[in-house]
């Protein structure tokens, strides 16, 4: 009655053990596995099970102590071969494949270990060909046979780190990632996998998953020189950005700016930094209203990367800021193409069509000579100075007079234009708050009525606000 339930119990680690590997969860379903070979040391099953377990945890010296025992209580099981074939221990398998010949095996495994020593025999040929492409450096060949390899050996390092130098060298930088994270798991202890993933991520400008990698490989050793001396620029470099970022957030672009700066100067050879600092710095120029700064630094992004749409975005702003609105919407029908259903784009764009339709009428700030971010007591400025010059009282002859007139009225109306926020707002989003025409739905509209003589004795220099009425045709 023990014997039976003793056997249960085994049977139960073992199938509790296999769920859990299938789940990922390789210490517990270690102590399983553990747990049917101390119960009964002659189950064959228990050893490979937990040898499959070793190699997954990337333990191959405890692994081969208990697939030799597999073999030993079961010279027939073609299993143990297989698994040695999986982690590219060619000789190995190759040794358990014929051993299982000579062990009378049955028609199907005799066939089966046939057909396997010959893939083993196929995978030797392409290893020793693997190597010579790479040593003569024709890594897209070598990566080719290494495919076919990894095919049959996915659980083998060596061709995977092997493969993974082919993609660096061919700048097939996300595959060698694929490749390296899968080495990192299938090697214990393996801290060089870890400093390349981080040393890739960090060429790729990824400052946060850099910093990730290597300190995995800090924790499987303190003292590894070069991923520590990597870890301080890391961090440095990473620390700066996120300050950039919080400058950001708090609306202080010109700081984001400066401290974007120091972000180039500490990392000056890798361009996706570079180009990355450049993007943001972009961005705030634009947010800054700095045009001018703002469309040199985004044009040397988008030289480098024609279809990086923030950068498409944020020039488009700065185009409007400096009432290039022909500009503004190729940028923005550029954005739009690669990034068709962000709303922000499509704003943009409808906003800087009638912005263009706008200046082909009349545009209050270039008839005041002010930039579109001029403050209202720069418009007041401008406006003063304007209004003494055209002042038709300065002229005597009749056609002079009558230009002057025309003249004074449309300054008269940009002041009153500009200096109110909600028609000012109204302006700039291309409506004409003294057109009814282009008036959306209501709101209060402004006419002028009359001609020149009810502004006689008008004070341009005058600090309170004043209301006309004339008729504008």
């Known amino acids: 009655c023990g014997s039976l339930w003793f056997d249960g119990g085994v049977e139960n680690h073992l199938e509790m053990g296999k769920k859990l590997l299938a789940a990922g969860q390789l210490a517990d379903a270690l102590s399983h596995f553990h747990a049917a070979v101390d119960g009964d040391p002659k189950n064959y099953m228990a050893y490979y099970r937990r040898a499959t377990v070793y190699l997954a945890m990337g333990k191959s010296k405890s692994a081969l102590p208990d ?77 080719s046979h290494l495919d076919i390899i990894i095919d049959t050996c996915v659980w083998d390092a060596d061709s995977r780190e092997m493969r993974a130098e082919c993609f660096i060298q061919l700048g097939e930088m996300g595959k060698a990632i694929s ?69 950001i957030q708090q609306e202080k672009y010109s700081d984001a700016v400066s401290k974007y700066e120091s972000v180039m100067k500490t990392e000056p050879n890798v361009p996706q930094f570079i180009l990355n600092a450049k993007e943001r710095m972009c961005h705030c120029l634009s947010k800054d209203q700095q045009p001018a700064n703002a469309i040199s630094v985004c044009s040397e992004v988008l030289k480098a990367d024609p279809e990086n749409v923030n950068a498409l975005k944020d020039r488009a702003e700065a185009y409007l800021q400096d009432d290039q609105y022909e500009e503004a919407i190729k940028d923005f029908e550029s954005a739009k193409e690669h990034s068709e259903n962000d709303r922000q784009i499509k704003e943009g764009l409808e906003r800087a069509q009638r912005l263009l339709k ?102 341009p220099f005058g600090s309170g606000p004043f209301n006309f009425k004339f008729n504008f045709n």
């Open 67 to 143: 697939l030799s025992k597999v073999i030993e209580l079961k010279p027939d099981f073609t299993s143990r071969g297989n698994l040695l074939l999986k982690h590219g221990k060619l000789d190995e398998a190759e040794s358990d494949f014929k051993k299982v010949l000579k062990s009378n095996p049955s028609s199907k495994e005799e066939q089966e270990a046939q057909s396997q020593l010959k893939k083993s025999d196929e995978i030797q040929r392409l290893v020793a060909q693997a190597q010579s492409d790479f040593t003569r450096r024709d890594y897209g060949s070598a990566a």
């Open 179 to 247: 490749d390296l994270k899968a080495t990192s798991k299938l090697k214990s202890d393996n801290t060089q996998a870890f400093y390349k993933l981080s040393t890739i991520y960090y060429n790729l400008g990824d400052h946060e998953m850099s910093l990730n990698e290597v300190r995995e490989c800090l924790k499987l050793d303190p003292d590894h020189k070069q991923c520590f001396s990597h870890y301080k620029q890391v961090k440095k470099l990473n620390k700066q950005t996120q300050a950039a970022e919080e400058l």
């Open 358 to 459: 706008q200046s082909q009428k009349r545009d209050y700030y270039k008839i005041l000579g002010v930039k579109r971010t001029a403050q209202k007591k720069e418009i007041l400025k401008a406006y003063r100075k304007l209004a003494q010059q055209w002042h038709p009282d300065n002229f005597q002859d009749a056609e002079e007079k009558k230009k002057a007139e025309k003249k004074f009225i449309d300054i008269a109306q940009a002041k009153e234009v500009l200096t109110d926020p909600e028609m000012r707002s109204k302006f700039d989003q291309g409506e004409d708050p003294m057109d009814p025409e282009s008036q959306q739905g209501g709101g209060h509209h402004h006419h002028f009525h009359g001609g020149w003589e009810n502004f006689q004795g008008f004070n």
